[in-house]
């Protein structure tokens, strides 16, 4: 017995569904037609190489359809006018109409047995479809979990440039702050120098006195803006260390998401595959018992043919011995 396997029964991609179910009763009909015109048997495997495409689960339920509506000629029971040859024909018409009978009970059968897997191998193609489907989901899934992780990123890296530059700006507050006190310094030598030169000059002394306010009134603004510089540097810091964490824990529960949503994935593939697998197993013992119902009922249909020429042969020989008795006793 020929075995097909049809790949994209077994990976059903959305054109390989739509192909294998456009396929109708009709053409399978026509194409089991033509091959018994030709006098060939019309198995699975020389529809789907006729065909050419389709599903065997599919063409298999739509043969089997087709055999269902095929009228089985009535075997002819021999009738000999001879008493002997009566009891004869008795047995043997019995046995022919048993063997006949349980020829026609297995292959109804095995056609049943065929239609149902053929029916299963059709859900099996569909969970098959539909788990595709949900994997190509799973994948957009990870697909807009690694974008948001990106984005993530991106966000991080440009919180990084923004401390970068505030510590920049932190330390030319610290360079002013540094200047202004060597000016503060500078002006309180200034200062001492003039107040060693007050009993001279008070003027001077005055004036000198003032560019010491106005210096430790630089120092304070600059102490103060170094002061803010510096407290928005830490809480930038605070900022990234804790967008940070928070993209490490979405990282990982997607990643432990996404390794469970795989393994379950596997899982029920594995599972349809054993499926498919024992329903392919299941369909071709069913092929199988029918073949040898078929062949043991042609036996029977041989043995039957031969039982009747013999008969003929018996009745033309006693036609003769008759013949010629009554030609002797003349």
């Given at each position: 017995?020929?075995?097909?396997?049809?790949?994209?029964?077994?990976?059903?991609?959305?054109?390989?569904?739509?192909?294998?179910?456009?396929?109708?009763?009709?053409?399978?009909?026509?194409?089991?037609?033509?091959?018994?015109?030709?006098?060939?048997?019309?198995?699975?495997?020389?529809?789907?190489?006729?065909?050419?495409?389709?599903?065997?689960?599919i063409v298999q339920r739509h043969l089997s359809a087709w055999r269902d509506t095929r009228s089985v000629p009535e075997p002819s029971v021999p009738r000999l006018p001879a008493a002997l040859i009566d009891a004869l024909e008795r047995e043997?018409?019995?046995?022919?109409?048993?063997?006949?009978?349980?020829?026609?009970?297995?292959?109804?059968?095995?056609?049943?047995?065929?239609?149902?897997?053929?029916?299963?191998?059709?859900?099996?193609?569909?969970?098959?479809?539909?788990?595709?489907?949900?994997?190509?989901?799973?994948?957009?899934?990870?697909?807009?979990?690694?974008?948001?992780?990106?984005?993530?990123?991106?966000?991080?890296?440009?919180?990084?440039?923004?401390?970068?530059?505030?510590?920049?700006?932190?330390?030319?507050?610290?360079?002013?702050?540094?200047e202004q006190r060597q000016q503060v310094a500078l002006l309180r030598e200034q200062l001492e120098e003039a107040q060693q030169a007050r009993l001279t000059t008070e003027r001077g002394a005055r004036a000198s006195e003032e560019e010491c306010?106005?210096?430790?009134?630089?120092?304070?603004?600059?102490?103060?803006?170094?002061?803010?510089?510096?407290?928005?540097?830490?809480?930038?810091?605070?900022?990234?260390?804790?967008?940070?964490?928070?993209?490490?824990?979405?990282?990982?529960?997607?990643?432990?998401?996404?390794?469970?949503?795989?393994?379950?994935?596997?899982?029920?593939?594995?599972?349809?595959?054993?499926?498919?697998?024992?329903?392919?197993?299941?369909?071709?013992?069913?092929?199988?018992?029918?073949?040898?119902?078929?062949?043991?009922?042609?036996?029977?249909?041989?043995?039957?043919?031969?039982?009747?020429?013999?008969?003929?042969?018996?009745?033309?020989?006693?036609?003769?011995?008759?013949?010629?008795?009554?030609?002797?006793?003349?």
């Amino acid at each position: 017995m020929d075995h097909y396997r049809d790949d994209d029964a077994m990976n059903p991609s959305r054109d390989s569904v739509h192909t294998t179910s456009s396929l109708t009763y009709e053409q399978v009909a026509a194409a089991a037609e033509n091959l018994e015109h030709r006098g060939a048997d019309p198995t699975l495997q020389r529809v789907l190489e006729l065909l050419g495409t389709g599903s065997p689960n599919i063409v298999q339920r739509h043969l089997s359809a087709w055999r269902d509506t095929r009228s089985v000629p009535e075997p002819s029971v021999p009738r000999l006018p001879a008493a002997l040859i009566d009891a004869l024909e008795r047995e043997l018409a019995t046995h022919a109409n048993t063997g006949l009978s349980e020829g026609r009970r297995l292959a109804d059968e095995a056609r049943a047995d065929a239609t149902t897997l053929a029916e299963a191998g059709e859900a099996i193609e569909r969970r098959n479809y539909e788990l595709t489907q949900q994997l190509e989901a799973t994948e957009r899934a990870r697909q807009m979990a690694d974008e948001r992780a990106n984005t993530l990123l991106a966000e991080r890296d440009r919180l990084r440039d923004e401390l970068e530059r505030e510590r920049q700006l932190a330390h030319k507050a610290q360079q002013t702050l540094a200047e202004q006190r060597q000016q503060v310094a500078l002006l309180r030598e200034q200062l001492e120098e003039a107040q060693q030169a007050r009993l001279t000059t008070e003027r001077g002394a005055r004036a000198s006195e003032e560019e010491c306010i106005k210096a430790e009134r630089a120092q304070a603004v600059a102490e103060s803006q170094r002061d803010g510089a510096l407290e928005q540097a830490r809480e930038k810091t605070e900022q990234i260390v804790q967008l940070k964490q928070e993209m490490q824990e979405e990282r990982a529960r997607q990643r432990q998401e996404i390794t469970e949503m795989r393994a379950e994935q596997k899982a029920r593939l594995d599972a349809v595959e054993r499926s498919r697998q024992e329903a392919q197993k299941h369909a071709q013992e069913a092929l199988q018992r029918a073949t040898k119902a078929e062949i043991r009922a042609e036996a029977l249909q041989a043995t039957q043919s031969a039982l009747k020429s013999r008969m003929d042969a018996m009745q033309v020989q006693q036609r003769q011995h008759g013949r010629q008795t009554q030609t002797e006793r003349a």
